[in-house]
């Protein structure tokens, strides 16, 4: 049997897509399962048939499916190299249909909708689950509505709207259009998969379960992930819970959680030590998709990190840029300033970690560099111009003969 709860006060709901808030806490619930036999199905094809019985659909249609998930775990031996590093890992999931970890939680919640006999599906999001949530909406057939913020740029606008939702744009308070749309949903039978949709979350456990795998069957000792509206981290750790309890490994990984210092409201929360997470009133960080000032998974991940190993911590713009540039300089991985923000906060921790030797370190890359390349600048790229007469000498001069 499959129902809603609330981890705040342990209270059971039936399964409503249209209603996955608590009513006494007003927290986002978690999507739970009584009792069955689980397995991982390895050798299949599609990630969605390897972790089945893990996640809330009982079979996975292929005809809905763009290819999500079996993304590559890639070994960074230049980073570990330069900053003296116990193993670390890059979990890309720039590899994605739409580029981004979001079509994780879309593959699910579409699958999930098509067998509840949904028709309409819809986001609110400023960019890359919107893109996602489109992308998986076409596919399906379904007919998708995506919200977002009016000042959405047009680069923004187009990865969306080529997939041709009802792309609607909202003028007013953000996080207020979050619980609208929840309204609307209600209304209108729209299923809003938004951020921390309870099905959705569980669509990123896949993450965890094939790091696990391709890992040896073994959990990593750290899991570095950026934290916006709480989702992502909430799903990952969902994920090695589950390993736990199933026997298949013994103790969870320490998760790091990273935000940026222009939108921390949980870092903030949790160096104060703090149950609840309070809304900041403005966003200011180059990292714009990992900027929710009023996080609705912010309570959630607090008392998960609270309760288990973990952290929530801060990097700054400068921090990130830097690490974006190491990332795709040392290792040829270009990825979002969001995403970056998992080897700011590794740098920021490095004399923690710098002991543990033989420890394995996992970076989720979250998102593809290519969805977001305003943040950088043609100044700080090095180029040299060359006559065609002097070509000759012009690359003689960067060849070193030993
Ligand atoms: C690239 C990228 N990384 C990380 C995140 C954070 O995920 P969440 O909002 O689930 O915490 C987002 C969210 O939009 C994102 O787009
Ligand atoms: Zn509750």
């Known amino acids: 049997m499959e129902y809603f709860e609330c981890i705040f006060c342990q209270k059971e709901y039936p399964l409503d897509l249209f209603n996955p808030f608590c009513l006494d806490c007003k927290e986002p619930l978690l999507y739970q399962y009584s009792q069955r036999k689980r397995a991982f199905y390895p050798k299949k094809y599609w990630t969605l048939e390897k972790f089945l019985d893990f996640l809330p659909i009982s079979e996975a249609n292929q005809n809905f499916s763009l290819g999500e998930g079996n993304t590559p775990l890639i070994k960074l031996n230049r980073l570990s190299e330069k900053f003296k590093l116990p193993p670390i890992y890059a979990k890309n999931e720039a590899f994605n249909p739409t580029s981004s970890f979001k079509d994780r939680g879309s593959a699910v919640a579409v699958q999930k909708a098509l067998s509840m006999g949904i028709e309409r599906i819809g986001t609110v999001s400023t960019g890359n689950m919107a893109a996602s949530t489109a992308a998986y909406g076409a596919k399906a057939g379904l007919k998708t509505f995506v919200l977002v913020k009016e000042d959405a740029s047009s680069e923004k606008l187009l990865s969306i709207g080529v997939h041709n939702p009802v792309l609607v744009l909202a003028k007013g308070d953000y996080g207020q259009l979050f619980y ?223």
Do not use: W
């Open 180 to 402: 609208k749309s929840f309204d609307i949903g209600r209304k209108h039978n729209i299923y809003f998969i938004n951020s921390v949709d309870p099905i959705r979350i569980e669509g990123y456990k896949a993450i965890g379960f094939e790091i696990f795998l391709q890992l040896n069957s073994q959990a990593p000792r750290y899991v570095f992930a950026p934290v916006s509206s709480g989702g992502h981290l909430i799903g990952l750790i969902r994920a090695f819970l589950d390993l736990l309890q199933q026997g298949q490994i013994q103790g969870l990984p320490f998760f790091i959680g990273i935000q940026a210092k222009g939108c921390s409201p949980i870092a903030r929360a949790y160096r104060l030590g703090k149950s609840k997470v309070e809304r900041i009133e403005k966003a200011e960080t180059i990292a714009h998709s990992i900027s929710n000032p009023d996080p609705p998974g912010g309570n959630i991940v607090l008392k998960m990190i609270q309760d288990k190993k973990g952290k929530i911590i801060e990097v700054s713009d400068e921090e990130i840029l830097n690490a974006q540039r190491i990332l795709a300089e040392l290792e040829g991985i270009f990825c979002l300033p969001a995403s970056a923000t998992t080897l700011a906060g590794l740098l920021k921790l490095s004399e923690e970690i710098k002991n543990n030797i033989n420890d394995q370190i996992v970076l989720v890359i979250t998102g593809s560099g290519l969805k977001s390349m305003k943040e950088l600048e043609l100044s700080k790229i090095n180029i040299c111009h060359s006559s065609l007469s002097k070509l000759d000498e012009k690359m003689k001069s960067f060849i070193i003969h030993k």
